[in-house]
């Protein structure tokens, strides 16, 4: 239960919520592998919100990892994130059942997976806007101090008007010292840079790999390794190079696919430095490829 004394002793004592009473909860509309989330509709302001429920046990689980490090919980830093791609947390706190909460704008759209799984016209027509958009919400992130540890398509919403919202950040911790240290390794799999699988210490660099990784998707609807669920296959990440993305996708822009390669650079000194970096070189691409869009994101 570290997680609620910290919450409760931070700041005024907060008052638990009967989630139940205080929302109703239309339907599920989301579960990622700690927490529940569901459309429902605020009884007190009458706004439409995704309220997300962090299961009990898995957060401890996981809380006790930093056992000792202060380590903000997903609230305490979701509620801080104010960009036009990230989602907007309205609220966060603990139920009546010892659950940490978090109230949402409730975004309308697909999961950005979908898109890269159907590669419509949508998809190709706005893959480099979402690209670009998707770099700037984790420029920003790193920015404010943190380290998203989990980029990947199935931790972004597209709305309908075709911009990317980033979300989920259960596993977000701050970018100092003792949270880079090697050792803590979470994430998906398929999207872990080489050195979050090796327990090296680590720094934002994990979260470009990883962005590199959605990118490379977002055009080839395939990875650049193999797909794998345990982290022993994961070591392809470190032992063999990744498939070039002309493989899957010839016709692709030689700048383009070579901005993504860079991303996926085995040593993190190999990489783009940083994401903004990264996201400025996709822009550079687009006003050369789009230009009457290269500015819409």
């Known amino acids: 239960?570290?997680?609620?004394?910290?919450?409760?002793?931070?700041?005024?004592?907060?008052?638990?919520?009967?989630?139940?009473?205080?929302?109703?909860?239309?339907?599920?509309?989301g579960q990622g592998s700690m927490s529940k989330v569901w459309r429902a509709t605020d009884r007190m302001t009458g706004r439409m919100v995704a309220v997300k429920v962090l299961e009990l046990a898995k957060t401890i689980r996981f809380e006790r990892r930093f056992v000792g490090m202060n380590k903000p919980t997903e609230g305490e830093v979701a509620i801080t994130l104010r960009h036009p791609h990230i989602v907007r947390t309205l609220e966060h706190g603990v139920t009546v059942n010892n659950e940490q909460y978090l109230v949402m704008q409730f975004v309308e759209g697909r999961g950005l997976s979908y898109y890269v799984d159907l590669q419509n016209a949508t998809m190709r027509e706005n893959r480099l806007r979402f690209i670009i958009q998707l770099g700037d919400a984790l420029a920003y992130l790193h920015g404010q101090g943190w380290i998203h540890r989990d980029i990947c398509p199935r931790n972004v919403i597209v709305n309908d008007e075709l911009n990317v919202q980033l979300i989920d950040?259960?596993?977000?911790v701050p970018n100092t010292e003792p949270f880079r240290a090697p050792g803590n390794r979470t994430g998906t799999t398929d999207y872990m840079a080489p050195e979050l699988i090796m327990r090296q210490p680590t720094d934002p660099r994990i979260d470009v790999f990883?962005?590199?990784?959605?990118?490379?998707?977002?055009?080839?609807?395939?990875?650049?390794?193999?797909?794998?669920?345990t982290f022993e296959s994961a070591l392809q990440h470190v032992n063999n190079p990744p498939k070039p993305l002309q493989v899957f996708v010839p016709d692709i822009d030689?700048?383009?696919?070579?901005?993504?390669?860079?991303?996926?650079?085995?040593?993190?000194?190999?990489?783009?430095e940083t994401a903004e970096e990264m996201a400025a070189a996709f822009r550079r691409v687009a006003r050369r490829l789009e230009p009457s869009h290269a500015d819409d994101e």
């Open 254 to 272: 030689a700048e383009l696919a070579e901005v993504i390669m860079n991303g996926l650079a085995r040593h993190p000194g190999d990489r783009w």
């Open 169 to 172: 950040f259960g596993l977000v």
């Open 210 to 229: 990883s962005y590199a990784v959605s990118c490379y998707e977002m055009f080839a609807n395939e990875l650049p390794w193999p797909s794998s669920d």
């Open 1 to 29: 239960m570290n997680f609620l004394r910290k919450l409760l002793r931070r700041g005024p004592r907060i008052e638990k919520v009967n989630i139940s009473k205080r929302f109703d909860l239309i339907g599920r509309v």
